[in-house]
């Protein structure tokens, strides 16, 4: 099963990225805990916005995606999931983070398991999970799961490989709800059928002999 993170960072390194990768981590952790005895996992690709801008406003301007481009959205909406993640400006998602889901079919993620996530310089902005990604995500009929994980700058604690007990709570029960609806949607793999020796099957058509 293939998840994919679509990240909206600008900066190098960036704390968007990060939580994107944090919570991939997360997802394919529940995942392997979920499916133990079976040969399900969950691998991880991220898509990082910051490297397509130039290609997305292409896009825009003549109505085409280039190769690269075309390359990203076959990979998300090939995905059995996502994990969208954007920094949070005046109050709603990125113009980067909207425009790449704009030149997407509003059709192609109909159905498809999403976690919605953000990151900001202060937790007033967490709303912007509910009035801007929740609703964004519901027009292209995606499934998104409850709980949406924001981290402000005051969360990744003593730097930006550690965070708050918060956050990694709210990072555990997001990925464990993206785990559960990821295996229900992926169907299982057939058990094969036994394989009856020919001879079996041959005597099985003979007739029974006489006492």
Do not use: C
Not at 52 to 75: C, K
Not at 168 to 175: K, L, Q, T, V
Request: no cysteine.
């Amino acid at each position: 099963m293939k998840l994919v993170v679509v990240t909206a960072g600008l900066t190098q390194p960036s704390s968007t990225r990060l939580l994107g990768d944090r919570l991939g981590e997360a997802v394919a952790q529940a995942v392997t805990q979920a499916v133990t005895g079976r040969a399900e996992a969950a691998e991880v690709e991220t898509v990082e916005l910051r490297d397509l801008a130039v290609d997305i406003a292409n896009a825009f301007v003549t109505g085409f995606p280039n190769g690269r481009l075309r390359a990203a959205i076959e990979t998300v909406t090939a995905a059995d999931a996502l994990i969208a993640v954007t920094p949070i400006f005046s109050g709603s998602y990125s113009g980067l983070f909207k425009s790449f889901f704009d030149v997407i079919d509003n059709t192609a993620l109909t159905g498809k398991p999403v976690l919605i996530a953000a990151t900001g310089g202060t937790a007033r902005h967490s709303l912007a999970l509910e009035h801007a990604l929740r609703p964004l995500f519901a027009y292209l009929r995606a499934v998104v799961v409850p709980t949406a994980v924001y981290a402000a700058s005051e969360d990744w604690g003593g730097g930006r490989d550690a965070f708050t007990d918060g956050l990694g709570e709210r990072i555990e029960r997001a990925a464990e709800e993206l785990a559960a609806l990821l295996l229900h949607r992926v169907p299982r793999r057939p058990e094969p059928e036994a394989v009856v020796p020919f001879e079996q099957q041959l005597a099985a058509l003979r007739p029974g002999e006489p006492d």
